[in-house]
């Protein structure tokens, strides 16, 4: 692929022309009320169009000090395997969620309970602890967030990680069957039967590498490797069905009736070499019917794989060849298609094109009248395909009829309006259906706009992860942050309002009003089996080598302020923090034993390790929590 190789000299002439043409844009706008405030500050900013265009901004990044954020934004860590949460627009970092790799501030992957979310093997120790996460989403009612879940995947361990969107913790963690390189995931937004379940019940994961089935059979003929379409339980967390699928899954996308789910194909080819994947012309947006396809399970129409007894249709060519009773349907996409987007007018998904300069608008109703018989030829159900820049990757919405789709080659977002570009198809050449196109800085991969795929996308803000940010940031050496810039998208052109760095690597992202999440700041003291709900149920508990120590935290002081272990002896270590109060986090770390672990108010943790050092060990809180948080310890004695 091609990449930016820009000398500074030719990047100037290019900003220069670039803040031209933006400045003379908005000579015909209204100048926004917060416009000064918006101004960025500095040398760099001068030169740069952000600050001709800051001045075009109703939309405000600079908060007050004290003044809180309109939204949330959940944001994939890349292989750093965790979730980010970031406030927009201001685009500050406040939380990481540990998902499916150790986190040290937390102690994740050191306590007991964050270790069984996340799996273990026969000896106790973790089963996985390097992860790459790519998608997150969030449950939906009535085609909105509804602040239950969200959910990230991880595409090294064809892993889904549940995380609880009131303590915003990680909760579940599941391991799909017969599957590699789990790539795009997305919950359905209501029952494509019940009308009564009108919120998310099912999370869809599309596996992008095809293996052979079972995986241990078969390895040498790369031509009978198989992908699969993997349906999980929302609620339970545990697989439902999958379909085997000709072709490969990428990124998915589902409709608000909850009647279909699609994944983008870039190798119908089913090569395993890289030139292969590049050979056909056309691939796909393989669609699922829903309905039909749990109806075949029901109806006991699948078989199970290896080991697993998860439900496997057949959703091939082969087997699907008449409309009326087809579980999936091929539509044709030009050249290894990329990310695949619902329309927020619940109407369209849009495939954006990557080898392909264009973009493929596919109508939801016309693809349910295929599946009724009543559409002859399957890829009419293309209602525009149009070009719109070079390598389109991902697109958003802004519930005004218009998309923005990242062109990661020409580094630009161009803005473009869906009906205009279906006229233009349908042979009115003088539909323009480009709006805008605004640089960005560089090579953008993801982008999503607030609200940008509910029935409530409010067309404000438009974040674009830059995979490359050169030479926007302070050098750190010879890795790079990420560039995550937020565009303003309320006026008729975008406006870039701010460069965020990141560490690697970010991919996908949501933004939503922060009113639909309910946070909880203090845990309960019943939410855990193991809570020691008073101090003075504190002590060691032996039972021959196996020891439980029980411990309580209250600033600035632990209930037991020594305890006594004799060497050899196996200790399970539970900690409550009876601090009630909002924001008193206490730490626990253990010096030589490799345990730090942290609780949060009225939250209990345990953590399991063979005393296997004599000596003294004092266990201090690793958790600034009052005045005298350094005397916050207890002497650990291990007698030889
Ligand atoms: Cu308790 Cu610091
Ligand atoms: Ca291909």
């Known amino acids: 692929m091609r990449q930016k190789t820009d000398t500074p000299s030719e990047q100037l002439s290019v900003i220069g022309r670039r803040k031209f043409i933006n400045t003379a844009a908005l000579a015909g706008l209204t100048v926004g009320v917060a416009a000064c405030t918006d101004k960025p500050a500095g040398p760099a900013a001068a030169a740069s169009p952000a600050s001709a265009a800051g001045h075009g901004s109703s939309n405000g990044v600079h908060l007050k000090p004290g003044e809180l954020d309109t939204y949330y934004g959940l944001w994939s860590g890349g292989h750093t395997g965790d979730m980010r949460v970031l406030g927009m627009p201001s685009g500050r970092e406040i939380h990481r969620i540990p998902c499916f790799v150790p986190d040290a501030l937390v102690g994740w992957g050191v306590t007991n309970e964050s270790k069984a979310v996340m799996g273990t093997k026969a000896d106790g120790s973790l089963r996985y602890t390097v992860a790459d996460t790519h998608h997150t989403h969030a449950s939906y009612k009535d085609g909105n967030y509804d602040g239950r879940y969200a959910w990230i995947n991880d595409k090294i361990n064809s892993r889904l990680a549940r995380i609880r969107l009131d303590y915003f913790v990680c909760d579940k963690i599941t391991q799909l069957p017969n599957v590699q390189g789990f790539h795009g995931i997305f919950p359905d937004k209501r029952d494509p039967v019940d009308p009564a379940i009108n919120y998310t019940t099912r999370v869809f994961c599309g596996a992008e590498f095809a293996v052979p089935l079972p995986n241990n059979a078969g390895i040498e003929d790369g031509s009978k490797y198989r992908s699969l379409f993997t349906c999980v339980d929302a609620e339970t967390m545990e697989v439902r069905w999958q379909v085997l699928i000709d072709g490969n899954c990428d990124l998915t996308a589902t409709s608000f009736d909850g009647k279909l789910a699609a994944t983008n194909q870039y190798n119908v080819e089913m090569g395993v070499k890289y030139e292969d994947m590049m050979s056909a012309e056309r691939d796909a947006c393989l669609f699922f019917n829903i309905a039909r396809i749990e109806e075949a399970v029901k109806a006991g129409k699948f078989k199970t794989i290896g080991s697993s007894k998860v ?13 009326k009773t087809a579980l999936t349907a091929y539509v044709s996409v030009p050249k290894n298609p990329h990310g695949v987007n619902a329309s927020p007018d619940q109407k369209y998904f849009i495939c954006a094109g990557k080898l392909s300069p264009t973009a493929t608008v596919i109508e939801l109703a016309k693809m349910l009248n295929w599946f009724d018989g009543k559409l002859e030829k399957l890829d009419d159900a293309i209602v525009a395909e149009v070009e719109i820049g070079l390598g389109p990757l991902h697109t958003a919405f802004d519930g005004r009829g218009n998309a923005y789709t990242t062109l990661f080659l020409d580094s630009q977002v161009v803005k473009w309006n869906v009906e205009a570009a279906i006229k233009f198809h349908a042979g009115d050449k003088s539909a323009k259906y480009v709006v805008d196109r605004l640089d960005v800085h560089y090579q953008p991969g993801h982008i999503n706009a607030s609200q940008s795929e509910t029935i409530a996308a409010d067309g404000k803000y438009l974040a674009v992860g830059c995979k490359f940010s050169k030479d926007r940031f302070l050098p750190v050496g010879p890795l790079h942050p990420e560039n995550e810039q937020l565009i303003d998208i309320s006026g008729d052109k975008m406006v870039l309002l701010a460069d965020h760095p990141v560490r690697g690597e970010p991919h996908d992202f949501i933004i939503f009003k922060r009113d639909l999440v309910k946070p909880k700041q203090v845990y309960s003291l019943d939410d855990f089996p193991l809570a020691v709900k008073d101090a003075k149920d504190s002590g060691v508990f032996r039972n021959g080598k196996k020891v439980t120590v029980k411990i309580t935290s209250q600033a600035p002081a632990f209930s037991l302020r ?22 008193l986090t206490h730490g626990f770390a253990i010096p030589n034993y490799n345990v730090n672990f942290i609780v949060n108010p009225l939250e209990t943790k345990s953590v399991t390790f063979i005393a296997d050092q004599p000596g003294v060990f004092w266990c201090y809180c690793t958790h600034f929590c009052h005045a005298l948080h350094l005397e916050m310890r207890t002497r650990m004695i291990v007698e030889a």
């Open 311 to 323: 439900p496997v249709v057949d959703g091939t060519h082969e087997g699907n060849k008449d409309p």
């Open 562 to 583: 020594e305890f006594k272990l004799r060497k050899g002896d196996e200790v399970t270590l539970i900690l409550t923090n009876l601090d009630k109060i909002e924001d």
